[in-house]
């Protein structure tokens, strides 16, 4: 089999499984856990080309990989804070409780 | 390759449980082991660094963050418990299936042979880029945390008495 | 068999600790309600386990060989860069000791855990905290590397902290789990870096691998030498942080404190860890880098430093058993000291001894803990010696087991192992370069150990029942009393295997063969030793005696000796202040640091902040007040009219972000599908 079809599809289901969190969880906090399933599919994707692409070197992949953690780890810190002072204001972390903005 | 083929279907199920779960307690250290599965992934394609990161900031900090958070939100009623909104399911799965099908078949239509490749990552390598070529993305990154350090401390701090 | 079994050895060795921990993940899975399974699963994989460990155990019965059995594995686990991490399995006599005591005791306080536990309702974690115990401590005794080592050394902790945690709704549990976790992890960062320094020098962390290891004389001849701060070769520096360390785990003064706090656990708990393996793990560490503690000219400055520290906190933990009421307690003190008689046999170069000791004090060791088990669980849970008394009657099979384990302990002659060993380290000892110092303070403890061990005996099952105290007590069942027997036998034979006529065990672990030694009494003044140690049970259990013989059947009264004694007997009940020390001398700086920083914030960092929103918010205002002047009154008459149409839209705004994202999703799954598959 070719590993990088299998790497390839292992993140394809990553990301729509994460995908499929952001839109049907409840839980503020679980559709972050789906944000970060669908950040660890693109670096998975990253390393995949590296790893059995041609070689390259200026690591453009691992490079992207290491950038995007970065970025994952402020994300999360941020999207938490904030979940954290909604929670304060409203009890309760259920996505459909912030709706102030509803028409 | 036999790495790659024990770790993939062990991800699948860890990620599945982390978005099925409903008790998100469980579905927050899922993650956790779904995120240390991939960085054994890592390792194992000879990216020993990134996975070594991978470890550290995704595991031993986002997760065990996500876990946190988890715990300081625990639900007072019983309600809350409900997972997922029922009648989200039918169109969440009506968009995310016929994208995964989309990604499938484009991976298996439109992919060639796959080279021998490199299973080298040079630390020294990494650190020389992040100096030189990347040094602006690094500055930028790290004025990005810094500002995010800020506002996460600033958002999380007690509101005082008067608004 | 033991031919045949030698290709298939380096896969057997890493089965026996991955079995048990293959059996706790298993128990992790497993639902509270399934605890039968659980602790069938615990048991039958430790069970194999034992087997193979046996079977390792034969393999390294070479006799006649002059070269020491030693079996080593390498494989690179990592690589970083351009070094490479490298791990692996180790058995030499040492080891293949330590695997068959340790599964094979552990087994048998499963069996007992079965019984003693059975009315717990998370019984099946605790089998799997057990398991999770057993496989850790059993990769810590395999490890072939000080990298592996230290990795299973923090799981045998984490294990430790979970099982003595067990009942966390006891904010004293809670309190001596966190307890022991953070003062062993003062040790173990000494450890840490101990490790890095070695690292550092040698440039590998394996102990043997084919005249390259840590262990081996090119390293050793590197870390001799290099001197570092104050005149230390690299070597002595690294080898007294790897004793900081061992000193965490092995309960030496001044890092003991947590021990006998450990108690908290379930009584299974205090016999397997903190009493027969993980506690013995300190010593096992040292005796396996001893190489590194005597690279040296003659007597070095680790071995020193070992041999002192063995020796005071030998006779400390022994003077201050000798005023603790608490049956656990006392025991928990005596292991302290007996750990401290093991190092004095590292430090004074007795490894065989300090091995034998390690393994003999497991048996006898284990033997009083489950005892007192049964003792306890007999007493519906009461634990204060002064309440009981006369219990040899009501709890007659629990007393004979009980005292095996005791004469062993205090060294009653010729039958019991107990003897032997603490004859072994005594000898070691004496015949020292270094001086007579630690020699005098393990005589001493000696003594002390015999005394206090005859008090605990009368207390419990002598004289008549005190009262207030235990009402109605009675006997364990079957499935409690069988492993006291089991390990009791242990603990007589072992006896057999190390007597100076034939010192089989000593020379097994050294890689000799042993002959029968017929005058070995002629050698070396040895009669005068066995007649000092004859000498030391004797007064010390006539003194016990003496003193305990008739104690008051109330259990209020006071203890014989407490009015003898005066302040030096309360300095002793309270363990010689060393939890005060700690308290006024770490705990309450870092709690005024704490406050110190806390007032920082508050004081400085929060009006800054608070100074920086006001900034913000003023300037906010400005321009929301130039918007509502300049711009909004033209743009107001504007939106009004398309107020009123938008509202009809406005539907469709539910404010719910993800129903707005499944819009967003449906409409890229539509696109994705015309795109690609029309």
Redesign the interface.
Known sequence: ??????????S??????????V?????T??V???I??ML?AA??NF??F??????D???TG??F???G??????E???G??????V??HT????L?ASNSLHG | ?TA??IL?PL??LA??G??WKAR?VH??LL?AL??SL?GM???A??????GL??FM??VG??AV??VF??L??R??DEI?E????PK??G??????????A???????RT?P???????D??????GE??FT??AP?VLA?AI??TA??L??A????E??KKP | MAEALQPHLPTLLWAIPLLPLLAATAVAFLPDARGRIASKLAIGALGVSCVLALLATACTLTPGVDKPFRLTTSATW????ESALKVGVLLDPMSAAMIAMVTFVALWIFIYSTGYMADEKRFGRFFGFLSLFCGAMLMVVLANSLLLLFIAWELVGLASYLLIGFYFEKPSAAAAAQKAFITTRVGDMAFFLGMIWLYRQTGTLLFYDGGNGLLESAALASLAGTTTLGGLTVSAAAALLLLVGAMGKSGQVPLHTWLPDAMEGPTPVSALIHAATMVAAGVFMVARVHPIFANGDGVTTALTATAWIGGITALYAACVAVAQYDFKRILAYSTVSQLGFMMVALGTGGVGAAMFHLIAHAFFKALLFLSAGSVIHGCHGEQDIRKMGGLSKPLRRTFLAYSIGMMALAGFPFLFSGFWSKEAILHSAEIWPGGKGPFALAVAAALLTAFYMTRQALLVFFGKPRRPGVEHPHESPGVILVPLYVLAAGAVLLSLIATPFWPWFEKWIDGEAARFHGGAFGEHGAIGLLILSLALVTVGVGAGWAVYRRVSDDSGAPDPLSGKLGPLWRLLENAMGFDALYQKAIIGPLAMLASLIDAIERGIL?PV??AGETVLKAFGRLTGASDERGLNAGFDGACSGLKRRAAGASGAQTGRI?SYL?TI??G???L??LY??L
Not at chain 2, 154 to 157: E, G, N, Q, W
Request: glycine share 6%; with cysteine.
């Open positions: 089999m070719n590993p990088l079809a299998v790497l390839l599809t292992l394809s289901v990553l990301f729509a499984l994460g995908l499929f969190a839109l049907t969880r409840r839980n906090i679980l972050l856990v789906g970060e399933l660890n670096n998975l390393i995949g590296w790893r059995y692409g041609p070689p070197p200026q690591l691992p490079m990989v290491l950038f953690i970065a970025i994952a780890a402020a999360a810190a941020v938490l804070a904030i979940i954290l002072m929670f304060r009890r309760s972390t259920d459909n | 390759m790659l083929l993939s991800i699948m990620a599945l982390a978005v998100p579905a927050g993650l779904t995120l991939a992934l890592y390792i394609l000879g990216a020993e660094f990134l990161v991978q900031v995704y900090a986002v963050l996500i958070a988890l300081i939100t639900p007072r809350e409900i997972a997922r909104r989200s399911v169109p969440g799965l009506l968009c995310t299936l016929p994208l995964l989309t990604l499938l078949y484009t991976v298996d992919l042979e796959a080279p021998p490749g490199t299973a990552l040079p630390v020294r390598r990494i880029l992040l070529t990347h993305a990154v990005l945390l995010v350090m506002g996460a600033l958002f999380a701090r509101p005082s | 990592f690589t970083f860069g929060v902040m608070a993800q499944r999703g449906l890229v799954a539509v994705l599908v690609l598959w």
